[in-house]
Protein backbone atom coordinates (compact mmCIF):
# COMPACT_ATOMS: atom_id res chain seq x y z
CA UNK A 1 0.00 0.00 0.00
CA UNK A 2 1.56 3.19 -1.30
CA UNK A 3 -1.41 5.88 -1.07
CA UNK A 4 -5.22 6.13 -0.27
CA UNK A 5 -7.46 7.18 -3.16
CA UNK A 6 -8.73 11.02 -2.32
CA UNK A 7 -12.48 9.47 -3.51
CA UNK A 8 -12.40 7.33 0.00
CA UNK A 9 -13.57 10.21 1.30
CA UNK A 10 -17.04 9.41 -0.45
CA UNK A 11 -16.96 6.70 2.34
CA UNK A 12 -19.47 8.17 4.67
CA UNK A 13 -20.19 4.98 6.27
CA UNK A 14 -16.35 4.05 7.15
CA UNK A 15 -16.05 4.55 11.13
CA UNK A 16 -13.20 2.42 12.06
CA UNK A 17 -10.07 1.95 10.31
CA UNK A 18 -6.37 0.16 10.54
CA UNK A 19 -3.37 0.76 8.55
CA UNK A 20 -0.50 -1.09 9.92
CA UNK A 21 2.67 -2.23 8.94
CA UNK A 22 2.58 -0.39 5.60
CA UNK A 23 6.61 0.20 4.11
CA UNK A 24 5.71 1.73 1.37
CA UNK A 25 3.70 4.17 2.77
CA UNK A 26 5.96 7.51 2.47
CA UNK A 27 3.23 10.08 3.59
CA UNK A 28 0.02 10.05 6.18
CA UNK A 29 -2.79 9.96 3.41
CA UNK A 30 -4.82 13.02 3.75
CA UNK A 31 -8.05 11.65 3.08
CA UNK A 32 -7.70 9.98 6.57
CA UNK A 33 -8.18 13.38 7.92
CA UNK A 34 -11.31 13.70 5.55
CA UNK A 35 -13.55 10.74 5.95
CA UNK A 36 -16.49 12.04 7.55
CA UNK A 37 -17.85 9.67 10.61
CA UNK A 38 -14.07 8.02 11.10
CA UNK A 39 -14.11 7.45 14.77
CA UNK A 40 -11.46 4.81 15.07
CA UNK A 41 -7.95 4.95 13.76
CA UNK A 42 -4.96 2.88 14.41
CA UNK A 43 -2.10 3.76 12.50
CA UNK A 44 1.08 2.34 13.40
CA UNK A 45 4.03 0.64 12.47
CA UNK A 46 4.48 2.92 9.12
CA UNK A 47 8.08 2.93 9.70
CA UNK A 48 8.49 5.41 6.43
CA UNK A 49 6.67 8.07 7.07
CA UNK A 50 9.16 10.80 8.94
CA UNK A 51 8.41 12.03 12.32
CA UNK A 52 7.38 15.41 10.68
CA UNK A 53 5.02 13.76 8.21
CA UNK A 54 3.77 12.05 10.98
CA UNK A 55 2.85 15.07 13.13
CA UNK A 56 1.40 16.73 10.04
CA UNK A 57 -1.09 14.20 10.10
CA UNK A 58 -2.21 14.66 13.05
CA UNK A 59 -2.14 18.68 12.33
CA UNK A 60 -4.61 17.82 9.11
CA UNK A 61 -6.54 15.53 11.78
CA UNK A 62 -7.40 17.95 13.58
CA UNK A 63 -8.28 20.73 11.43
CA UNK A 64 -9.48 18.85 8.10
CA UNK A 65 -11.07 16.44 10.92
CA UNK A 66 -13.15 18.95 12.45
CA UNK A 67 -15.54 20.09 9.97
CA UNK A 68 -18.55 18.06 11.03
CA UNK A 69 -21.66 20.03 11.66
CA UNK A 70 -20.89 21.47 15.17
CA UNK A 71 -17.28 21.99 14.02
CA UNK A 72 -15.43 19.44 16.01
CA UNK A 73 -14.16 15.86 14.33
CA UNK A 74 -16.11 12.75 15.20
CA UNK A 75 -12.35 11.03 16.48
CA UNK A 76 -12.90 9.03 19.75
CA UNK A 77 -9.73 6.62 19.22
CA UNK A 78 -6.43 7.59 17.77
CA UNK A 79 -4.17 4.66 18.44
CA UNK A 80 -0.65 5.67 16.58
CA UNK A 81 1.65 3.22 18.95
CA UNK A 82 5.36 3.75 17.83
CA UNK A 83 4.96 5.31 14.91
CA UNK A 84 7.57 8.24 14.49
CA UNK A 85 6.38 11.65 15.28
CA UNK A 86 8.56 14.93 16.96
CA UNK A 87 5.80 16.18 19.44
CA UNK A 88 1.88 16.17 20.01
CA UNK A 89 0.28 19.17 17.68
CA UNK A 90 -2.93 21.11 19.06
CA UNK A 91 -5.72 18.18 19.49
CA UNK A 92 -8.55 20.77 20.64
CA UNK A 93 -10.74 20.01 17.72
CA UNK A 94 -11.15 16.69 18.65
CA UNK A 95 -13.35 17.15 21.36
CA UNK A 96 -15.07 13.66 21.50
CA UNK A 97 -11.41 11.81 21.85
CA UNK A 98 -11.64 9.37 24.64
CA UNK A 99 -8.61 7.38 24.21
CA UNK A 100 -5.37 8.65 22.67
CA UNK A 101 -2.35 5.57 22.49
CA UNK A 102 0.96 7.71 21.29
CA UNK A 103 3.29 5.27 23.19
CA UNK A 104 6.72 5.15 22.02
CA UNK A 105 6.58 7.53 19.25
CA UNK A 106 9.71 9.46 20.82
CA UNK A 107 7.75 12.57 21.30
CA UNK A 108 9.28 15.41 23.17
CA UNK A 109 6.46 17.58 24.11
CA UNK A 110 2.61 18.14 23.74
CA UNK A 111 1.74 21.81 22.38
CA UNK A 112 -1.35 22.50 23.68
CA UNK A 113 -3.61 21.41 26.70
CA UNK A 114 -6.72 19.66 26.01
CA UNK A 115 -8.88 21.90 28.53
CA UNK A 116 -10.95 21.08 31.59
CA UNK A 117 -13.78 20.51 29.22
CA UNK A 118 -12.00 17.59 27.84
CA UNK A 119 -12.69 13.99 28.98
CA UNK A 120 -10.30 10.93 28.72
CA UNK A 121 -10.79 7.26 29.52
CA UNK A 122 -7.70 6.07 28.38
CA UNK A 123 -4.14 8.36 27.55
CA UNK A 124 -1.20 6.15 26.79
CA UNK A 125 1.61 8.46 26.53
CA UNK A 126 4.43 6.52 28.18
CA UNK A 127 7.77 5.32 26.50
CA UNK A 128 8.09 9.27 24.85
CA UNK A 129 10.56 12.32 26.15
CA UNK A 130 8.00 14.23 27.71
CA UNK A 131 9.64 15.91 30.77
CA UNK A 132 6.54 18.81 31.71
CA UNK A 133 2.45 18.81 30.56
CA UNK A 134 0.72 21.79 29.37
CA UNK A 135 -2.10 23.60 31.48
CA UNK A 136 -4.90 25.56 29.90
CA UNK A 137 -6.29 29.13 31.53
CA UNK A 138 -7.87 27.15 34.44
CA UNK A 139 -4.67 24.83 35.37
CA UNK A 140 -5.79 21.71 33.68
CA UNK A 141 -4.45 19.60 31.25
CA UNK A 142 -7.30 17.62 30.64
CA UNK A 143 -10.73 17.01 31.96
CA UNK A 144 -10.71 15.39 35.94
CA UNK A 145 -13.30 12.67 35.86
CA UNK A 146 -14.20 9.55 37.19
CA UNK A 147 -14.14 8.50 33.38
CA UNK A 148 -10.39 8.51 33.51
CA UNK A 149 -9.31 4.68 33.53
CA UNK A 150 -5.92 4.95 33.16
CA UNK A 151 -3.32 8.10 32.26
CA UNK A 152 0.18 6.51 31.75
CA UNK A 153 2.97 8.88 31.72
CA UNK A 154 5.88 5.93 32.81
CA UNK A 155 9.14 5.98 30.96
CA UNK A 156 9.38 9.24 30.24
CA UNK A 157 11.51 12.35 31.85
CA UNK A 158 9.48 14.48 34.41
CA UNK A 159 11.81 15.30 37.11
CA UNK A 160 8.46 17.01 38.66
CA UNK A 161 4.78 15.14 39.06
CA UNK A 162 2.78 17.33 37.20
CA UNK A 163 0.60 19.56 38.97
CA UNK A 164 -2.44 18.55 37.14
CA UNK A 165 -4.79 17.08 39.54
CA UNK A 166 -7.00 18.09 42.36
CA UNK A 167 -6.83 16.39 46.20
CA UNK A 168 -10.27 17.77 46.71
CA UNK A 169 -12.04 16.45 43.43
CA UNK A 170 -15.35 15.63 43.90
CA UNK A 171 -14.13 12.53 41.13
CA UNK A 172 -11.54 9.17 41.72
CA UNK A 173 -9.40 8.82 39.09
CA UNK A 174 -8.25 5.38 37.47
CA UNK A 175 -4.56 4.56 37.66
CA UNK A 176 -2.52 7.72 37.30
CA UNK A 177 1.13 6.40 36.69
CA UNK A 178 4.76 8.45 36.20
CA UNK A 179 6.52 4.96 37.22
CA UNK A 180 10.06 5.19 35.29
CA UNK A 181 10.55 8.93 35.63
CA UNK A 182 13.61 10.91 37.62
CA UNK A 183 10.89 12.86 39.83
CA UNK A 184 12.45 14.08 42.75
CA UNK A 185 9.87 16.51 43.29
CA UNK A 186 6.67 18.10 43.30
CA UNK A 187 5.77 20.78 40.64
CA UNK A 188 5.40 24.00 42.15
CA UNK A 189 6.52 22.86 45.50
CA UNK A 190 4.91 21.49 48.09
CA UNK A 191 2.98 24.74 49.27
CA UNK A 192 1.63 24.83 45.21
CA UNK A 193 0.54 21.15 45.22
CA UNK A 194 -2.96 20.79 44.91
CA UNK A 195 -3.31 16.83 45.17
CA UNK A 196 -4.78 14.16 43.96
CA UNK A 197 -7.65 11.69 44.48
CA UNK A 198 -6.64 8.41 42.73
CA UNK A 199 -7.27 4.88 43.55
CA UNK A 200 -3.65 3.87 42.11
CA UNK A 201 -1.04 6.09 41.94
Not at 24 to 34: D, G, S
Not at 52 to 77: A, C, F, H, W
Not at 100 to 109: E, V
Request: charged letters at 20%; proline letters at 4%; one cysteine or more.
Amino acid sequence: LEELPASMSGCESLTDMQIVSCPNLTEFPEVIARLPKLSGLHFAGNANISAEGMRQGLQLLNSEGGKTEKGYSPLQILQIPGQKCDYLPDMTNMTHLGMLDIHGCGMKYIEKAFGKEHYFAKFWGQNNEFSYLPKDENGYFMALHSDLEEFNMSYNKFTELPNIFLGNSLFMLGTIDFSFNEISALEGGESEWKGINTEIL
